[in-house]
């Protein structure tokens, strides 16, 4: 379903959702809220935790370059939502050409399957206390370039450093590859 379409609402409505419900739709969350004269939509803003917004342009964007994304590598969409968590390197710094993306198969529900490390890791990847679990929303907030891979398959890797972000399909055996969610535990 598109989200933006003109009878979103109107299904909401017809559903029976109430101020304060929450919706999922895709990767995004939406609120119900109490509108002048019906239920309106807000969503998080993707500028600071927690600050939600009735301007759902941001989204929008979202949505949009997601779905084109997966156009363009002929992908199926593997569902994630913006809650769950990934697999990060605390040695991660937003924006950097270094980073690096990885879905391998979730661990579990809140897990989103995604890996996000540096090509050029200094740290011990060993040492459980290298990586820590964030969430989709938080990433995106710290790295915006982030959001529109997120619903790319297990099997793939996306790198940053070219001029424009792309991805490859990556077979899961042999080969480096990041440690799983459960060598970390």
């Keep these: ?3 933006f379409h003109a009878g ?3 299904e909401l409505h017809r559903r ?3 101020p304060g419900e929450t919706i999922m739709c895709g990767w995004l969350w939406f ?3 109490e509108g002048a004269e019906e239920i309106e939509l807000e969503t998080l803003d993707f500028k600071a935790m927690a600050s939600f917004t009735r301007d759902l342009s941001a989204a929008q964007v979202i949505h949009t370059v997601q779905q084109e994304r997966l156009k363009s590598y002929g992908a199926t ?3 994630c939502n913006m809650m769950q968590t ?4 605390k040695s991660i710094i937003p924006g950097s050409d270094s980073i690096f993306l990885n879905r391998q198969e979730a661990a579990s529900e809140s897990d989103s399957g995604w ?4 090509v050029d890791e200094s740290r011990d990847l060993e040492d459980p206390e290298t990586f820590e679990h964030r969430s989709l929303y938080e990433l995106t907030i710290s790295d915006d370039r982030l959001a529109s891979w997120w619903l790319l398959p297990v099997g793939t890797h996306v790198f940053f450093d070219r001029a424009e972000p792309y991805a490859e399909r990556v077979e899961q055996a042999g080969g480096h590859q990041p440690p799983t969610r ?3 535990t």
């Design 8 to 10: 979103f609402l109107e």
């Design 16 to 18: 029976g959702v109430k």
């Design 182 to 184: 459960a060598e970390s």
């Design 86 to 89: 990934a697999f990060v390197s």
């Design 31 to 33: 609120r119900a809220v």
């Design 1 to 3: 379903m598109e989200i």
């Design 77 to 79: 969409e593997e569902p």
């Design 115 to 118: 890996y996000v490390g540096m």
